[in-house]
């Protein structure tokens, strides 16, 4: 079973997806996938009748702060409780001078976790713990991409959140209502492990851009980590790799319009109608044979110039000159972007093979392997996902959240010079003193700063 929900309340089918929205469009017999929940440590220091260690499910928006720690005081609103509408004020939660951030929680149901999130921090809250509604395992909150109104607030997410344990949300709201403080500590440090010197990490996307929000966020997050990819490429000190997800097409199945139209090598591997819409625009097959393309640029260059970074230099160029909106997704249009960047494009084409030969093609069949998950990784069924030192990435797809996560992969004082940029640091001090002893007359400050691997926002 699929372990990640939106809200009960506004259950849609998760197009996003990608394994029961080709079922449905090619008529598959359901698939189960084996999902992991991604999990942070959370401490209550206070007070001592619920103090301990707790974990809770990192939400798959807004930026985790991985690599980092956040201690604050726990606030409960029993006016608003399910944060479903506006808190009425901008500092409702927001720390007072000398104090410590504020971590809001809030109850799950009547909307979608991304807005509890959301008008949370618009009233000031540095994080947010979504309290479960019944007893259950921990699940993945993910965020509403196909909703044109959630999607004006989804990037402008900055903070944390997670869900927590129904039992452990009424512990935390009962001290609350008995006027007990309420301390907890959330922390990120070993959500990402650093077993090397060097960070392993996996961008499983696609090339088709007609597919709304999601497309359009992959595509910029390529073109805006592109620089930092490169960086930590060129020295070493990361290993990437692209990967794509495609499925097969049943045998019952292999004769049908579906299957023709969205899938080579006679059904072995698909991918859904880019419109959705089999009469006109682009086929699924066409993203199939795209998707190979790319996996190709990136093995060719690796093999032949030991340069896999230029995959990050070739998929932005496509994406720029060879889109769908333009009618420019195309084989002459990719291998014009090929030729430019120093590659043979007949490499290329002996790497892709013959899409209408009825056999497998041993690189797309290695790609539906690599998304079967193997030990504490799960399955790979969502578009875009990032997968770090074996851990799937949950958080918002941007240049600094994605990046602090892969610099929190090192050990620390190993981390290479981007890591270490005064953008990826915190001086938690110059708010409220961090919440610590100062005197302003003698400049002296019982706050010390120690640079962490931290969120630069």
Excluded at 39 to 57: F, R, W
Excluded at 220 to 244: R, S
Excluded at 361 to 383: C, F, H, P, W, Y
Aim: aromatic residues 10%; glycine residues 8%.
């Amino acid at each position: 079973m699929i372990r990640i929900q939106k809200n009960r309340e506004m259950c849609k089918l998760p197009l996003t997806l990608l394994i029961v929205w080709t079922c449905f469009l090619i008529g598959f017999p359901y698939v189960k996938a084996r999902f992991v929940v991604e999990t942070n440590s959370l401490s209550v220091t206070s007070p001592d009748s619920i103090k301990g260690q707790y974990t809770s499910a990192i939400g798959n928006f807004g930026v985790p702060d991985y690599g980092g720690t956040l201690a604050g005081t726990i606030a409960y609103s029993t006016e608003n409780a399910f944060a479903c509408s506006e808190f009425g004020s901008t500092d409702k939660f927001k720390s007072r001078p000398g104090g410590q951030p504020v971590i809001v929680v809030v109850d799950r149901g009547g909307c979608y976790f991304a807005l509890k999130v959301w008008n949370a921090q618009k009233a000031g809250a540095a994080a947010v713990l979504v309290a479960d509604d019944r007893e259950e395992p921990l699940i993945t909150m993910d965020s509403p991409t196909e909703d044109t109104v959630a999607a004006d607030f989804l990037d402008n997410i900055t903070i944390p959140s997670a869900l927590i344990e129904k039992s452990l949300g009424d512990k935390l709201k009962k001290a609350i209502g008995n006027n007990e403080m309420v301390s907890c500590k959330l922390d990120w440090r070993e959500s990402v492990p650093h077993p090397d010197e060097r960070v392993e990490y996996e961008f499983w996307t696609s090339s088709n851009d007609e597919c709304g929000v999601r497309c359009q966020t992959q595509t910029e997050f390529v073109k805006n980590f592109k620089g930092a990819a490169q960086i930590l490429e060129k020295g070493g000190y990361t290993l990437f790799t692209p990967h794509y997800i495609t499925w097969f097409c049943p045998e019952a199945f292999l004769t049908t319009r579906q299957c023709k139209s969205q899938c080579i090598n006679n059904g072995r591997y698909c991918h859904p109608d880019p419109e959705q819409d089999f009469d006109s625009g682009y086929d699924g097959k066409d993203v199939v044979l795209q998707n190979l393309r790319e996996i190709c640029v990136y093995k060719i260059a690796n093999e032949t110039l030991a340069r896999p970074w230029l995959w990050w230099d070739f998929v932005t160029d496509f994406q720029i000159r060879c889109p769908m909106s333009q009618k420019q997704y195309n084989q002459d249009c990719a291998e014009q972007v090929i030729a430019s960047l120093g590659l043979e494009v007949q490499k290329i084409r002996d790497c892709m093979g013959d899409p209408e030969a009825d056999s497998d093609n041993q690189i797309l069949k290695a790609e539906q392997e690599a998304q079967v998950g193997k030990g504490s990784r799960g399955d790979v069924t969502m578009l875009p996902t990032l997968v770090v030192n074996n851990v799937q990435y949950r958080g918002k797809l941007d240049r600094g959240a994605v990046l602090k996560a892969i610099c929190s992969g090192f050990e620390e004082e190993r981390e290479p010079a981007i890591c270490l940029s005064p953008e990826m640091e915190t001086n938690e001090c110059l708010t409220n003193n961090g919440g610590c002893w100062q005197d302003v007359k003698a400049n002296i400050t019982a706050c010390k700063v120690i640079y962490v691997k931290s969120s630069l926002f």
